[in-house]
């Protein structure tokens, strides 16, 4: 498990720091930009999964592992966007942050409604992340049956 937390830290560190460079360069609003976070979350989710393999774990114990990675990585980015949020930018950065990111139009949304929208988002996209590893790795994995 330890494996899974560290990448599921720096994860969640690396889009921290991600996050606030876009945003003090003021293009937080591009989509494009904001796509690059699959591919940071996928780098880490990626090495827990090869680690995992070289310890000879299975396909499930392999996708449990890149699981846990982006739960992590998700959870984590969650809170400290709704805290950063509440604590510096104020609910009205919602309406900004929501846009180009969620299809939901100009809703009055609290803190808590767009944390959950954005872990729900995080939480699907993870699950296809892992899901599209998963089925790169099973080619590479010796004596597969899966």
Not at 6 to 30: D, M, Q, R, T
Request: proline share 1%; aromatic share 16%.
């Amino acid at each position: 498990m330890d494996t899974e937390i560290n990448n599921g830290l720096k994860a969640f560190l690396v889009l921290g720091v991600y996050f606030l460079i876009v945003e003090a360069l003021g293009v937080e609003h591009s989509t494009y930009l904001r796509i690059l976070n699959v591919f940071i979350v996928g780098y880490f989710v990626n090495n827990s999964i090869s680690k995992r393999m070289k310890e000879g774990k299975n396909f499930i114990g392999l996708f449990a592992s890149a699981f846990v990675t982006n739960l992590i990585a998700v959870m984590l980015s969650t809170i400290a966007l709704a805290g950063y949020i509440f604590f510096f930018q104020g609910v009205e950065h919602i309406n900004s942050l929501a846009q180009p990111l969620l299809a939901i139009g100009y809703f009055n949304l609290s803190v808590s409604q767009f944390a959950f929208a954005i872990f729900a988002e995080g939480f699907a996209a993870g699950i296809i992340l892992s899901f599209g590893l998963m089925q790169y790795w099973k080619n590479k994995m010796e004596g597969s049956t899966v």
